[in-house]
Every structure is written in C-alpha cells, then in structure tokens.
C-alpha cells in the first residue's frame, strides 16, 4: 500500500512533510499547503525557499484561476529543479480562496478549469489534480464525470478524489462533516475511468474502511487529518512497521540546523504528531515546548524510551 499526504493550510509545512517522508520513506507521497499562483510570480526565491527545503521531495500544490497567471507561475516553476510534481487545488471550499474564484469555486466555471488546465499543462513534468465527488449538497455523478472526462482530455491522469461533495456556503469545518463520505460514487469512477489513477482522501482513519477500500483494488489512499493527529497512525493499526525510530528523528531534526528559515515551534507542532497515545506524552511534549534548540530536542528523545 502506498499513502498520500493530503494537502493542508497550517499543517503540511516542510516540518510536518519532511518527517512524514523519513518514517514511510518511498511509501508515502506529500504535498505542500495549497500556495496561490501569485506568490510564485511575484514572490518565486522565498516563497519556495519558505516551502521547500533543498532536497525536497514532496509535489507543489497550486491554486489559481487566471490562465496567464498559473502559465507565469509554471513558467518559474519548471526552472526549479527541486519541484517535479504540480498538484492543481480544485477542491478547497473555504471562503478565503472563493473570493477569487479559487478551488472548489473554480469548479463552477468548466470553460475556465478548461482554460486554467491548458495552461497548467505548459509544465514539463508531472501533474496532478485535487478536487471532490460534486459541488453543493446534492449528489451529482455527471458532476465528477464531466471533470474526470475534461481532465483525461489533458492527458491528467492522476487525480486525488475527496470522497464527498464541496458545498461554498458552509465553512470549511462544516465541509468535512455535513456533506456526506460517497465511497460508492468514487468506486464508480473508478470503473468507469479505469486507465486513471485515482486516489481516494476523506475519512481513511480506521483499518475498516482500508479493507474496504482494498477489497476494491484500492491500493493507494490519501490521508490528511488523521496523519496530522497522528502519524503513527498506520503502524498502530499493523499496515506498516517503521523500525528505528529515534535514529530517524535525530537525522530528521538534523536536516534543520541550517536552514534559514527555521521556525522551532512549527518543527515541535510536527514532532507532537509522533506523541499521540504514548506513554509519557505529557511530560515529553513540556519538556519540547521548553527546549529552545534543536539539539535540547534531540537530546529529549535519546534520553527517553519512548517506544518499545
């Protein structure tokens, strides 16, 4: 089984990712945090050097809704070599993004998504998109078709699937609980679009609905929430056994010592992720949120068994 970090605003820094990528290694592919077109016309030095670190590994994950624009970010985008992969945020339904026609909002424009692909499609190397089974409470097959349908035209042949509708007048909280998980929906797109790879995200949080999804052929799931309170999680339900993995957080935090940018308290956030339902948790995570460099923090996990 292969695991996809799903995109998230506020969680998927290079922190959280990079520390993702150590413990599943080539099991698990990230994203970044959905970053606006214009910041990388505008903006291209930081904004990737804020986003990625040098031997970065994880996909970009873009938003935009003006054709010369993502044509201008992409333009910059195929001159950095440690980028390889573009995801295409047509999901997001947050009323931050929406105000420009971003994301899910997008989608009510296909003439535009159409315009928008075509110049996503200038980049020269992979491409994906991100987007959800319909837009608006009701379920709508011809919804996802019609989108899946426009993408294969592009020759897009990976697309992430959030398996519920996208609804613009709900926060984006209430987004991942009142439209309903159609897993069906996603199965039939599946069959229908069998010479596409898609990859199912929402609710993957348990063993039970993995199995299910496997005794479906699904052999890839994208998770986002449940990674970011835990991302042990996969290995405490037995898919994966991670070994070493005191060594792997000492060579992790030693991928920070140089790094310009560095932000302690985004680094701890990420390592809390590793302290859910642990024995000790308590005072290990006090001690980290009072250490004040990377070595207290590396010395905080050599001195304690955290696991067995």
């Known amino acids: 089984m292969n695991y996809h970090l799903a995109p998230m605003m506020g969680y998927t820094d290079c922190y959280f990712r990079l520390l993702a990528e150590k ?22 030095t930081k904004t990737i050097d804020k986003h990625f670190l040098a031997n970065n590994i994880s996909s970009i994950q873009i938003a935009g809704s003006e054709p010369i624009e993502i044509k201008l970010a992409i333009q910059k985008l195929n001159k950095i070599d440690r980028i390889n992969h573009i995801n295409l945020n047509l999901g997001c339904p947050s009323s931050r993004v929406q105000e420009n026609k971003l994301g899910l909002a997008l989608t009510q424009y296909p003439t535009l998504v159409r315009e928008c692909l075509h110049s996503l499609k200038t980049y020269n190397q992979k491409i994906s998109v991100k987007c959800r089974l319909g837009l608006g409470l009701e379920e709508d097959q011809n919804y996802i078709f019609e989108y899946l349908s426009m993408f294969q035209e592009f020759e897009i042949k990976t697309v992430y699937i959030h398996c519920r509708n996208g609804v613009l007048d709900l926060d984006t909280k209430k987004n991942r609980t009142i439209p309903k998980i159609n897993y069906e929906l996603f199965l039939k797109c599946k069959k229908e679009f069998s010479d596409m790879e898609l990859i199912p995200n929402g609710e993957i949080n348990d063993l039970e609905t993995i199995h299910y999804l496997s005794e479906n052929k699904i052999t890839q799931f994208m998770i986002g929430r449940q990674f970011a309170n835990d991302l042990l999680f996969v290995e405490k339900i037995g898919l994966i056994k991670i070994d070493n993995k005191k060594q792997i957080i000492s060579d992790y935090l030693d991928s920070f010592e140089k790094y310009q940018y560095l932000n302690l308290n985004l680094l701890k956030k990420a390592i809390f992720t590793l302290l859910t339902k642990v024995k000790g948790a308590k005072k290990i995570k006090k001690d980290i949120s009072e250490a004040d460099s990377i070595i207290k923090i590396k010395n905080i996990f050599e001195s304690n068994q955290i696991w067995n």
């Open 23 to 44: 413990l599943y290694k080539n099991h698990i592919t990230t994203f970044s945090e959905m970053i606006v077109d214009k910041a990388i016309i505008h903006n291209e």
